[in-house]
């Protein structure tokens, strides 16, 4: 591996890192609020890269796959250590609690460590969203445009880390597909900060759930959610998290090529079908036994609906609190996740569709053995590798979480609330079942608890082998 290279590439990562944390800083200075944990963050992050990047001149600028798996795992982990920074410094929280919730805002989990996020001061609010927006897209397209400028290319580091089990260029370039991709996700998180604006929000909260929503993220800046909000800004986060969970390359082929044709992929149909199927029989259900209005119920079922199956992981409602039969259906929807494409976490749609397609073929095989039956999606074939690695995440998924479920029932915590920990955060959804529920936090998991599950969520969001290839010996071997 180019280990000069690597280090460079991570420097820069520092440094860009330190630019963002100027907001809060600015923001902290206006507001009259404590500089300290900003300008302590800044002199870390910018004199780390600063001194990597002095250090690495001359790098040779060639890189393998390799490459690219190992700055992808370990510019995240920076990420998350860089940004727990400003918690500690402000003594707001212990170094685990800060890996814990800069995890779970790079990554888009959206758990949180805090009972009161309303009592944080408001230049760290401002940086808890902020660094769902950033992860939102993905540090890897931010990175990929000023590649260029090291004689990088950034094909390595796209394989690694875009989610879903195929890639698919917007145009020839990396670096022109990352900013029409930049270009989308900043007018869309526009087009939500206005929405909520003039929904009621406050201009400081319409900014925050913006970010948030956007990356599919779900800090908030109330310690109830959106249940602080009107019922108008409920409706605007339910599209606007709809949209954030839709692959953007379709955003991009409607806008800019007035492409009616999406309306016919197969993973956008599936995605409809479920968020709406799902959210109508919630609707009736709650209805049925809860004795709801038509529209509150289905203003309520749809919003859990589309924030759990996008990974958001809003709450505009104690959804606990409802019949058993609706949360599983919810529940249901935490293993099957947003679009490939999109900002959303979960296995995706896409590779829910191939194992279901691969097992009807299976089943139709065992009925006709002399069959040959070829798996399709879209009308293409889905070659071999592609359901491999389908099969192969979702296994990996079920066995992580299991096993990490089992480790927090050991560290203490019920097995209900275990698993339940486990497959939030796995899947980057946020809030669970239990102790860890809609209107719970993770205050109460251990220390080791709370790093156990800051691991899973950065292995989810990079699915998994990403991270666990790291620690096999032959990714070591020259």
């Keep these: 591996m180019n280990y000069r290279m690597n280090v460079r590439l991570l420097s820069v990562l520092a440094l860009l890192l330190g630019t963002l944390q100027l907001m809060p800083l600015f923001y902290a200075w206006y507001a009259k609020l404590s500089l300290w944990p900003w300008q302590l963050s800044l002199m870390i992050s910018m004199g780390g890269g600063g001194i990597g990047l002095l250090l690495t001149r001359g790098a040779a600028s060639a890189l393998c796959p390799r490459d690219g798996f190992f700055v992808t795992t370990a510019g995240w982990s920076l990420a998350i250590v860089l940004g727990a920074i400003p918690y500690v410094a402000s003594h707001e929280l212990g170094w685990a609690a800060a890996i814990f919730e800069s995890s779970s805002g790079f990554t888009t989990t959206g758990s949180s460590i805090l009972p009161h996020p309303e009592g944080l001061p408001a230049s760290l609010q401002l940086w808890r969203s902020q660094t769902q927006w950033v992860g939102g897209m993905g540090m ?50 526009v087009l939500a900060g206005l929405a909520y604006y003039f929904a009621g929000l406050s201009p400081f909260d319409a900014l925050n759930h913006a970010f948030t929503t956007v990356a599919t993220g779900g800090f908030s800046t109330k310690d109830q959610s959106f249940l602080a909000f009107s019922p108008a800004a409920q409706w605007w986060c339910i599209l606007f998290m709809a949209l954030a969970g839709t692959n953007f390359l379709l955003h991009y082929r409607l806008v800019m090529h007035r492409d009616l044709s999406i309306f016919k992929d197969d993973e956008l149909r599936l995605y409809l ?11 009736l259900l709650l209805m049925h036994d809860m004795q709801m ?11 859990q609906t589309v924030s759990l199956m996008t990974t958001t992981g809003f709450a505009s409602t104690d959804w606990e609190q409802w019949p058993a039969l609706p949360i599983f259906l919810l529940f249901l929807l935490m293993g099957v996740g947003g679009m490939a494409g999109s900002t959303s976490g979960g296995p995706k749609v896409v590779r829910v569709a191939v194992v279901m397609k691969l097992l009807s073929m299976v089943t139709r095989r065992l009925v006709q053995p002399n069959r040959v039956v070829v798996l399709q999606l879209g009308h293409r074939a889905v070659t071999t590798a592609v359901v491999e690695g389908c099969v192969g995440l979702l296994v990996a998924t079920v066995i992580l979480v299991v096993v990490s479920g089992c480790l927090l029932h050991l560290l203490g915590m019920d097995l209900t609330s275990a698993l339940s920990a486990a497959l939030t955060c796995v899947a980057n959804v946020g809030p669970g079942y239990g102790s860890v529920g809609a209107m719970d936090n993770f205050s109460q998991v251990s220390e080791l608890g709370k790093l156990l599950l800051a691991f899973d969520m950065l292995a989810g969001r990079l699915e998994i082998f990403t991270v666990l290839m790291l620690f096999t010996p032959g990714f070591w071997r020259r």
């Design 140 to 189: 890897l397209l931010l990175t990929i445009a000023i590649l260029p400028f090291l004689g990088v290319g950034g094909m390595q580091l796209m394989k690694a880390e875009v989610p879903g089990p195929s890639k698919e260029r917007l145009t020839p370039r990396l670096m022109t597909t990352a900013r029409v991709l930049w270009g989308f996700y900043l007018g869309l998180t």
């Design 273 to 283: 079908a479920i968020m709406l199927g799902v959210g109508g029989a919630v609707a």
């Design 293 to 303: 209005d038509a529209m509150h119920a289905l203003r309520e079922s749809l919003f």
